[in-house]
């Protein structure tokens, strides 16, 4: 169970996958957390899910998220992370539906959802400051 695993076990980090359409963005600010905090915790940025289409191009959203959602439970059930976290191009609703699909699949899995918006308005110096001050309280709860 997630919950119960070493927190700086280099041998068995935490697995992390995030839920960001810009994966390339998410692998390095991810990095910088990492590194920001691996005198307390190992973690390993397992996975990300993206999304192969544009949602402002998308009649019906539902439909893209519903893909994501597909995409988030084949993500979860292969890798069995200890951690989830959502980028904050999601609404709150779809937050909360990614981090239900994750619980679903993954007991204890600790999951986390940047505010909506948080990149665009602050940059990612604000998204690496959020989880860092965030994700030690997520861990130890």
Same mark, same amino acid.
């Given at each position: ?51 192969? @289409? ?10 893209? @998220? ?36 994750? @619980? ?38």
């Amino acid at each position: 169970m997630a919950s119960t695993k070493p927190t700086n076990d280099p041998d068995n980090p935490l697995k992390l996958v995030t839920v960001n359409t810009a994966p390339e963005r998410a692998y390095r600010l991810i990095g910088r957390v990492i590194e920001s905090l691996n005198d307390r915790y190992s973690i390993v940025h397992a996975d990300n899910v993206d999304s192969k @289409h544009d949602v402002s191009s998308m009649e019906n959203k539902d439909l893209h @998220h519903a893909t994501d959602i597909d995409n988030v439970r084949s993500t979860v059930e292969k890798v069995q992370p200890d951690l989830l976290f959502c980028a904050s191009m999601w609404t709150p609703e779809q937050s909360e539906q990614i981090q239900a699909t994750a @619980h679903e699949l993954v007991p204890g899995i600790k999951t986390m959802a940047l505010p909506q918006g948080l990149q665009v308005q602050r940059g990612p110096d604000a998204v690496v400051e959020y989880i860092v001050e965030k994700l030690p309280g997520l861990i130890e709860s």
